[in-house]
């Protein structure tokens, strides 16, 4: 108990939807190796039904759960200590984001809901049409600069101050494809979709264009800012069968390097030294394949291993190695621990004795990864101290 008592509450409030800081997954700063050590921690409250989005770790003493029936849960160390009800048959919608001082959530209702760290709410602004009456899809949030931005795939953009007044807002031909990022500078980068290949568009933080690329025949899937750069991941039409392609701009949309990928790309994550980490996925005849493919900052592949799985995340890394989750053709489920250096497998960690979960990760400021049940109210957490959270 006393040891606990000393341990400074480390806050670390992502800047972009799922968690994750700007988008670029990368965690080096909080920690040197993923944790290997499993817990299940069981969470009781009067909205005990599971995760409907992965959680928001605020600080390493304050995660916020949003519930599939409707709740906010400020959880503790070990237990609840606060709750807020969404109005009758509201849920979030996309997963929540945080600023320096505000937590933000888009319900179903298409309303956006602000509330400070104590769970009291701020304010409420209806932004758009609610799920059940033909609006969305909404885009994941990204906060950005005390305040917030919103998207529908319909292509209207609401930028949101922290204290509830609109900023600025407008509507774009075509929809919007589901990934977006922001830069540390205030960018925004985002896709519209067309027919003859989508738009690459930058805005500034007004809502002004800084540059706009066309990628002929190209159908972007993945677009995140990182060291001053923006990476851009999709799938061009080819002759005979798609091409899967990533291409790195600079933050003036200079074309900087572009390279052919052997598979259909998910996610990109991004360490401090601008290397590019990609997770691709086959999913033709036979057993699917994932593929994670390494990439230096000048474009050339560092390594790359394929998993007979179905990668589920992103890699999240961490100053010396990666972590990713895969599940099997035949269901079973695990982490994957990776040298950042080589790709070599350093450890694999079995979760087949977890409940079921929310296959999307947060990781804490103390380097902890914390993965939502999806059947019940509960987290798995992967740590290194459990007396940090057991005994408070």
């Known amino acids: 108990m006393f040891l606990l008592g000393c341990q400074t509450e480390r806050w670390g409030v992502p800047t972009s939807g799922s968690g994750f800081p700007t988008g670029s997954h990368n965690y080096s700063r909080w920690a040197a190796d993923p944790p290997r050590m499993l817990f299940l921690q069981p969470i009781t409250a009067p909205d005990t039904s599971g995760c409907l989005q992965p959680p928001l770790a605020l600080s390493s003493r304050l995660t916020v759960l949003a519930t599939a029936e409707g709740s906010l849960i400020g959880l503790g160390m070990s237990e609840p200590i606060w709750r807020l009800r969404l109005p009758a048959e509201t849920v979030a919608a996309v997963p929540l984001v945080a600023d320096s001082g505000t937590l933000y959530l888009l319900g179903s209702d298409g309303v956006l809901s602000a509330l400070s760290f104590d769970g009291k709410l701020l304010w409420r602004e209806p932004l758009f049409p609610g799920l059940a009456h033909g609006g969305g899809p909404y885009l994941p949030l990204l906060a950005q600069h005390q305040g917030i931005l919103a998207a529908d795939g319909g292509g209207r953009l609401v930028r949101v101050a922290a204290t509830g007044k609109i900023l600025w807002e407008q509507r774009r031909g075509g929809s919007l494809r589901r990934s977006w990022s922001t830069s540390a500078d205030g960018l925004l980068a985002l896709g519209i979709a067309a027919d003859n290949g989508d738009t690459l568009l930058v805005l500034d933080s007004t ?24 990476f851009v991941a999709g799938v061009r039409d080819g002759p005979q069968e798609p091409i899967p392609v990533l291409h790195c701009f600079s933050a003036i949309g200079e074309l900087l390097w572009s390279r052919t990928l052997p598979a259909a790309p998910r996610w990109v994550s991004l360490d401090d030294s601008s290397r590019a980490y990609v997770i691709a996925h086959s999913s033709g005849v036979g057993d699917p394949i ?44 695990g982490g994957y621990i990776l040298s950042l250096a080589d790709g070599s497998l350093q450890e694999l960690l079995s979760l087949q004795e977890a409940p079921p979960l929310l296959l999307v990760p947060a990781v804490t400021p103390d380097g902890d990864v914390l993965l939502g049940w999806s059947a019940r109210l509960g987290l798995l957490r992967l740590g290194e101290h459990p007396w940090r959270w057991l005994l408070f």
Do not use: E
């Open 207 to 230: 809502g002004q264009q800084r540059w706009s690329r066309v990628l002929p025949q190209t159908q972007l899937t993945c677009v995140v800012f990182g060291n001053g750069r923006l």
């Open 290 to 333: 994932s593929g994670i493919l390494a990439y230096g900052a000048d474009g050339h592949q560092r390594w790359k291993l394929y998993l007979q799985a179905t990668i589920t995340t992103p890699a999240l890394l961490f100053k010396k190695s990666l972590l990713v989750f895969a599940v099997q053709s035949n269901g079973a489920l």
